[in-house]
T-cell receptor
């Protein structure tokens, strides 16, 4: 099982450009969440996709958009890049349900490291 | 006030030491609690869930105090391989759905020989 895979692993863009990041969830997982992790910070929730629809969204501007495909894979798009968008972008798919709390544990991919110059 | 706050760290300890991480959360509607571990330039990985009654996994013990909105993680007999950033995580379930995970900033641990 390949787990959660993300591409590209690293990329460099300039201000004002647009970027698309891709994620394939773990086999059998149907929900994908995206997180942004700036240097020295914890991951911050961007949005979550289920059944090809955005189900929840964090405090991110409309420049951040996404898509989920019928095979559950997902894309994160960021338009009009700013220097502050430089971060590690993590994709997570819903994993096994915690037997006690009932919460679904997330499995993260290795991330896409975006540098905006 | 941040939703999840952790000790700023870093913690530098010798092998064999006992280390305690503290975390507080602001939203009393938080339902699930976790500790994740993140190695340098890697993705976060679940270390353990935190149960109301407290739970232990080998050298790791997690505690939850809902009244104080406080979570802790204790590592006994620390190993060099425990060096990582430890992230306190809470989850708020909205209307039965899982909601998203809210991460603390993380506390970096360095275990020295």
């Amino acid at each position: 099982d390949a787990g959660v895979t993300q591409s590209p692993t690293h990329l460099i863009k300039t201000r004002g450009q647009q970027v698309t990041l891709r994620c394939s969830p773990k086999s059998g997982h149907d929900t994908v969440s995206w997180y942004q992790q700036a240097l020295g910070q914890g991951p911050q929730f961007i949005f979550q996709y289920y059944e090809e629809e955005e189900r929840q969204r964090g405090n991110f501007p409309d420049r951040f958009s996404g898509h989920q495909f019928p095979n559950y894979s997902s894309e994160l798009n960021v338009n009009a890049l700013l220097l502050g968008d430089s971060a590690l972008y993590l994709c997570a798919s819903r994993g096994s349900r915690d037997s006690f709390s009932g919460a679904n544990v997330l499995t993260f991919g290795a991330g896409s490291r975006l540098t905006v110059l | 006030r941040k939703e999840v706050e952790q000790d700023p760290g870093p913690f530098n300890v010798p092998e064999g030491a006992t280390v305690a991480f503290n975390c507080t959360y602001s939203n009393s509607a938080s339902q699930s609690f976790f500790w994740y571990r993140q190695d340098c330039r890697k993705e976060p990985k679940l270390l353990m869930s935190v149960y109301s009654s407290g739970n232990e996994d080998g050298r790791f013990t997690a505690q939850l105090n809902r009244a104080s909105q406080y979570i802790s993680l204790l590592i006994r007999d620390s190993k060099l391989s425990d060096s990582a950033t430890y992230l306190c995580v809470v989850n708020i379930n909205y209307g039965g759905s899982q909601g998203n995970l809210i991460f603390g900033k993380g506390t970096k641990l360095s275990v020295k020989p």
